[in-house]
């Protein structure tokens, strides 16, 4: 028996090149699981129509014979067809306002919604991601941005020749660039103004991950949090190497209370019972990275009371940029005013003004506030996210979303990521109610 999937052209922006599937997965799932696929066609999208023929997909701009159609991004209310099962990023988990119309109309065509992001095994680990790609491409990102901040200070660096991400033909051609600069960094030095040179990484999971690929190209020394007092008092310290600190929950929140100590499950279960201790450390970085998790129950690591204040002492602050690869808008670094894009990647968030200014000129820290960094290495991207995707579609396409809820016979990281089923909501996620 033959089973037909779709993919869904991808147009929320010029940047959204990536796939869920590569030719090659669509290949292995025709040949060894009798699986067609259908795609709408695309001028942008990384891996050209022609490929996908070649491997006998088919091109189609009508996908509503097809009962399972994957995509990337959220997907526009016209585009779905009654009854049909739909899997992509949908971004309602929160009970995004921007999304809940999307939501509302799938619940009214009795749609089936899977949402990548809630694909998590036993231990609550997400299997279907892009994260480790942001953080790769955030990194660089973060790099050009401190180039183009200090040449504009007039301060000598080697960080001037890394280009934006999407301007490499690839991430290993970026790679290349990067290794050069560290051996600038190796043989030459750093501007004894920047020294100690500390990058500050705020997270250790899989968006972290692909941070520190990048970064540990360069000359690296770890450091553990409390030892940036003692390195930043002392003048016993490299200007060959950057110093990267990766902060865990226990070294950005304490507890209110003097009488409690830190303890991890407690803090997700009970985050008011914690306040932010981030600002002792943020004096000494030159770059902030953050790569959390964060909603409105948890402490801010960045708030704009604290820039205010530490750009009103004599003297510039060490802090040039913030990578917020996590990207929450006035979120866990609350001077992320806006989302940008590749081609317009930064802003100096005005402390004083409580305004975004675009480009890398200007009082306070470049922020970088790219929504959708994964597009800067869109095939990089889509080739991981296929292969760790293409496990799973199989099931997705063969299962039987006409029976109850209950028997709908899927692997459990994918029947917990079920957010909407014959138009209703799931029991997981009936809590979405409160914001449609």
């Excluded at 500050?200 to 020394?221: F, K, M, T």
């Excluded at 994964?374 to 991207?381: D, F, Q, R, T, V």
């Amino acid at each position: 028996m033959k089973y037909v999937i779709g993919i869904r052209r991808e147009d929320k922006n010029k940047w959204e090149r990536r796939v869920p599937l590569t030719p090659e997965h669509v290949k292995e799932l025709r040949e060894n699981h009798s699986i067609e696929v259908w795609l709408q066609p695309s001028l942008i999208r990384i891996f050209s129509d022609e490929e996908y023929l070649n491997v006998g997909a088919k091109i189609q701009e009508d996908l509503s014979q097809c009962p399972v159609v994957f995509g990337v991004k959220e997907m526009p209310s016209d585009f779905f067809s009654p009854n049909k099962t739909y899997v992509f990023f949908s971004h309602v988990i929160k009970g995004q306002a921007y999304n809940m119309p999307m939501l509302k109309r799938m619940l009214e065509l009795r749609c089936q919604l899977i949402d990548y992001e809630k694909v998590t095994d036993e231990k609550g680990r997400r299997l279907i991601f892009f994260g480790k790609h942001a953080g790769l491409a955030g990194m660089i990102d973060t790099l050009w941005a401190l180039g183009q901040r200090l040449s504009w200070e007039k301060t000598p660096n080697p960080f001037k020749q890394i280009k934006n991400a999407y301007k490499y033909e690839s991430l290993a051609k970026a790679k290349e660039e990067i290794s050069e600069v560290g051996k600038k960094i190796k043989t030459d030095g750093l501007h004894e103004s920047l020294t100690p040179l500390i990058c500050g990484i705020a997270g250790y999971g899989n968006v972290s991950q692909g941070v520190q690929e990048i970064l540990d190209i360069l000359p690296i020394r770890e450091i553990e949090p409390d030892e940036i007092f003692s390195l930043v008092r002392s003048s016993n310290y490299s200007k060959n190497h950057i110093y990267k600190v990766v902060f865990k929950e226990e070294h950005m929140v304490e507890p209110i209370s003097f009488e409690d100590h830190f303890e991890l499950l407690d803090y997700y279960d009970h985050p008011e019972r914690y306040r932010s201790k981030f600002e002792t450390y943020i004096p000494h970085l030159t770059m902030l990275v953050n790569c959390i998790y964060w909603d409105k129950r948890y402490p801010r690591l960045v708030t704009k009371k604290y820039l205010k204040e530490l750009f009103s002492k004599e003297g510039r602050p060490k802090l040039r940029v913030i990578g917020d690869i996590s990207c929450d808008i006035e979120g866990s670094v609350e001077c992320n005013l806006k989302w940008t894009q590749p081609d317009n990647p930064v802003y100096v968030y005005d402390p004083f003004e409580n305004k975004a200014i675009d480009g890398y000129e200007g009082t306070g820290p470049v922020v970088l506030a790219v929504d959708n960094l994964p597009c800067e290495i869109s095939k990089e991207a889509s080739v991981y996210f296929g292969q760790v995707l293409k496990p799973f579609v199989p099931e997705i396409a063969k299962a039987d979303y006409w029976v109850d809820f209950d028997r709908c016979i899927l692997p459990p990281p994918i029947k917990n990521a079920v957010i909407a089923y014959h138009g209703e909501l799931t029991p997981n996620y009936r809590y979405i109610r409160n914001y449609l």
